[in-house]
Nanobody, 116 residues
Framework: QVQLVESGGGLVHPGGSLRLSCAAS????????MNWYRQAPGKEREFVAR????????YYADSVKGRFTISRDNAKNTVYLQMNSLKPEDTAAYYC?????????WGKGTLVTVSS
């Protein structure tokens, strides 16, 4: 079965960096787009970044463009989110997502807190 497991969250000061990872299993990882979403306390889940199957095409929400970078390693079945210049408003639970054969799959999330 499809499994997505996020890791790498934590507490970071404003201006700092974190790299999130999402380990995928149960499907042909190299054939599918992968996404990162986030959900801040009291807010709806929002799109953060997307990467195509090969890693050659990426797309970002305006709020993170220029600060976050999505990448993937198809040999390791892992997608990453490098987050730089973090702001307090980036505080959220971050979720890995993919759609396989019309079904949306989500990880359990990893919490990122940006605070001084």
């Amino acid at each position: 079965q499809v499994q997505l497991v996020e890791s790498g969250g934590g507490l970071v000061h404003p201006g700092g960096s974190l790299r999130l990872s999402c380990a995928a299993s149960g499907f042909t990882f190299s054939s599918y787009y992968m996404n990162w979403y986030r959900q801040a306390p009291g807010k709806e889940r929002e799109f953060v970044a997307r990467i195509n199957w090969s890693g050659g095409s990426t797309y970002y929400a305006d709020s993170v463009k220029g600060r976050f970078t999505i990448s993937r390693d198809n040999a390791k079945n892992t997608v990453y989110l490098q987050m730089n210049s973090l702001k307090p408003e980036d505080t959220a639970a971050y979720y890995c997502n993919t759609n396989v054969n019309g079904i949306n799959y989500w990880g359990k999330g990893t919490l990122v807190t940006v605070s001084s």
